[in-house]
């Protein structure tokens, strides 16, 4: 039921900032124990876990992209956002957002994520 739809520009140029925006329908963003997450993927790599919001509005960041990171969320659009600073060939990947979970019972714990949007490739040259 959950969907998730990445967009934003295709091509950005060093030193720009990287923006992308993930809409989501069939879930509210605001819903109790929900995370909403940031991944990427570089040609021939594997997935890098870039941040993520939590329902409450708290955020957390993967340490080695904290200083360039951002991601805030707009509600009454039902969106998140990420944006990257000072953007290098690097930082070309498929970009995805997703939903992410736990859930922890007496004989374990499960985690998502669970949906994920298709990707969209950003390409960071001159």
């Known amino acids: 039921q959950v969907q998730l739809q990445e967009s934003g520009p295709g091509l950005v140029k060093p030193s720009q900032t990287l923006s992308l925006t993930c809409t989501v329908s069939?879930?509210?963003?605001?819903?109790?124990?929900?995370?909403w997450s940031w991944v990427r993927q570089p040609p021939g790599k594997g997935l890098e876990w870039m941040g993520t919001?939590?329902?409450?509005?708290?955020?957390y960041y993967s340490p080695s992209l904290k200083s360039r990171t951002s991601i805030s969320r707009d509600t009454s659009k039902n969106q998140f956002t990420l944006q990257l600073n000072s953007v290098t060939p690097e930082d070309t990947a498929v970009y995805y957002c997703?939903?992410?979970?736990?859930?922890?019972?007496?004989?374990?714990?499960?985690?998502?994520?669970?949906?994920w949007g298709q990707g969209t490739l950003v390409t960071v040259s001159s």
């Open positions: 997703a939903r992410d979970y736990f859930y922890c019972s007496g004989t374990g714990c499960t985690r998502g994520p669970d949906y």
């Open positions: 069939g879930g509210s963003i605001t819903t109790d124990y929900y995370y």
């Open positions: 919001v939590a329902w409450s509005d708290t955020t």
